[in-house]
């Protein structure tokens, strides 16, 4: 069945780094856009980034531009967010999705939790 499976996530200090993975499996990963999307308490889901399903090109919101990078590993069905510079306002649960990243998405994952805090 169709699943993805994020993990990476945590609590970390303003200014710290973490690094979340999205683990696909049920369906032709290597065909799909993947898009990083989060949403805080009480705010709406926003995307994050999106890659291509190549991985050749690559889109950002003005948020986190500069400071998170999203890549792919088609061989191993497998999306990351290295997100640097963090920020409080960075914190939300963030979510992996497959489809149009300007669309409806696909398919989702269940979300991980990250908290910027000291």
């Known amino acids: 069945q169709v699943q993805l499976v994020e993990s990476g996530g945590g609590l970390v200090p303003p200014g710290g780094s973490l690094r979340l993975s999205c683990a696909a499996s049920?369906?032709?990963?290597?065909?799909?856009?993947q898009g990083w999307f989060r949403q805080a308490p009480g705010k709406e889901r926003e995307l994050v980034s999106c890659?291509?399903?190549?991985?050749?090109?690559?889109n950002y919101a003005v948020s986190v531009k500069g400071r998170f990078t999203v890549s792919r590993d088609n061989t191993n069905n497998t999306a990351y967010l290295q997100m640097n510079s963090l920020k409080p306002e960075d914190t939300a649960v963030y979510f992996c999705?497959?489809?149009?990243?300007?669309?409806?998405?696909?398919?989702w994952g269940q979300g991980t939790q990250v908290t910027v805090s000291s």
């Open positions: 049920g369906f032709p990963f290597e065909r799909y856009s």
């Open positions: 890659i291509t399903s190549s991985g050749r090109s690559t």
């Open positions: 999705a497959v489809g149009p990243c300007w669309g409806t998405p696909d398919y």
